[in-house]
Each structure stands twice: as C-alpha cells, then as structure tokens.
T-cell receptor, first 115, second 115 residues
Framework: NAGVTQTPKFRILKIGQSMTLQCTQDMNHNYMYWYRQDPGMGLKLIYYSVGAGITDKGEVPNGYNVSRSTTEDFPLRLELAAPSQTSVYFC??????????????FGPGTRLTVL | GENVEQHPSTLSVQEGDSAVIKCTYS??????FPWYKQELGKRPQLIIDIRSNVGEKKDQRIAVTLNKTAKHFSLHITETQPEDSAVYFCAARDGWGGTASKLTFGTGTRLQVTL
C-alpha cells in the first residue's frame, strides 16, 4: 500500500492564481482531512469528509474548496491565492467505525508559497 | 469547539534524561488523545494514543497519562536518545468514531536531545 499520497510536493503561486492540491489514499478509509501547518505552528483543519459526496468545514475553510467524488480522492482547491495561504498542506485519512482506533495517516505534504 | 494547549513550546534535555510534555483540553466530551511526532520536513506520525477510559498507557520508552477530571494528558519519554529530537504534537478528538472524527491539535513542542 502506498498509503496517503499528495501532489505536488512543492508549488509557487502568484497572488490571484488558482490551483488544486491532489490527495489519494489506497486504504479504503472513509474519513479524509485537509490540514495546513504554518511555520512553527500546529495543524489547523481546513475541510474534512466522512465519505464520498459528503464534506464539511473545519476550523479555517475560507479561501478553499473541496470535493469528494470517490472514496480514494479528496482534492483541495485554492481560488484566488493570497500570501496568507503560504503554508504546508497535509492530507490525512482514517478508518471509520466505533471499533477502530481512528488513527489518522498523513500524506507527505505540499509546500505552497504564494508571492 | 475544542481547545488544546500544549507546554512547553521547546524542551532541551541531555541524552538519557526524561522528557515530559503536557497538554490540556477544554471539551469534557473529548475521548481520544493521540500524540504525533514530526521530524524536520516530514509528515506527522502517530507514536502513542490513549482513550478516555484508560488512565495510562506505555509503549517501551514512551508513556501517556490522562487525568479526565483535570482535563489534561501528558507524554513521558524516558532514556531519551538523539533520534527522539523532533516536534511532538498532542491532539484531542471530539465525537465518537462512528461520526466525524475530528482532531484538534496543540501547537507543538520542539524536543532537542543533546549529547
């Protein structure tokens, strides 16, 4: 299993540009998450999904959009990029259900710089 | 929503000494408390976790304790080694595994183990 994969690894955007961060998991997890990690800070939840077709806002959703058309994929869309969106973005997934530990597995991250 | 505070922000110990990192949480309904280790430039990885019905859990040199009454939990690392140097994040989960399993993270502790 590849686990959680993210593309691209690095990206530089100009202010006002748009892009999609890709996230794929091959563990058949229902739950998927997007976090951002600013330098020297913890992880802030942007959006999450409990299954295909279902998404919800996290703590810092402004400026982002997500979709979940399949169990495996959970892309994050940035519209009109701003310098405040410079960060490292992590995608994560976890299994669902009361009987499981719900450990979140993280992807390798995408380092985004907006200039 | 949940609020997780983590202390200290930086911790320097000599090899072989013990390290303790403390977290407090605000939501008495939180029921799962994982600890993640993040090495420089890498993704966060789960090192140990504890559920609200358990007071202490050990795994070799690491242990976690939970005080539900006081709403705090701690990570203990004994016989520290240079490879323990990393940033450690605590987290708290609200909701049960059958519903959206969202984690709120602390701001991290940078642990440096010196020779």
């Amino acid at each position: 299993n590849a686990g959680v994969t993210q593309t691209p690894k690095f990206r530089i955007l100009k202010i006002g540009q748009s892009m999609t961060l890709q996230c794929t998991q091959d563990m058949n997890h229902n739950y998927m998450y997007w976090y951002r990690q600013d330098p020297g800070m913890g992880l802030k939840l942007i959006y999450y999904s409990v299954g295909a077709g279902i998404t919800d806002k996290g703590e810092v959703p402004n400026g982002y959009n997500v979709s979940r058309s399949t169990t495996e994929d959970f892309p994050l869309r940035l519209e009109l990029a701003a310098p405040s969106q410079t960060s490292v973005y992590f995608c994560a997934s976890s299994a669902a259900g009361l009987a499981v530990d719900n450990e979140q597995f993280f992807g390798p991250g995408t380092r985004l710089t907006v200039l | 929503g949940e609020n997780v505070e983590q202390h200290p922000s930086t911790l320097s110990v000599q090899e072989g000494d013990s390290a303790v990192i403390k977290c407090t949480y605000s939501d008495s309904a939180s029921n799962y408390f994982p600890w993640y280790k993040q090495e420089l430039g890498k993704r966060p990885q789960l090192i140990i976790d504890i559920r609200s019905n358990v007071g202490e859990k050990k795994d070799q040199r690491i242990a976690v304790t939970l005080n539900k009454t006081a709403k705090h939990f701690s990570l203990h690392i004994t016989e520290t080694q240079p490879e323990d140097s990393a940033v450690y994040f605590c987290a708290a989960r609200d909701g049960w595994g059958g519903t959206a399993s969202k984690l709120t993270f602390g701001t991290g502790t940078r642990l440096q183990v010196t020779l």
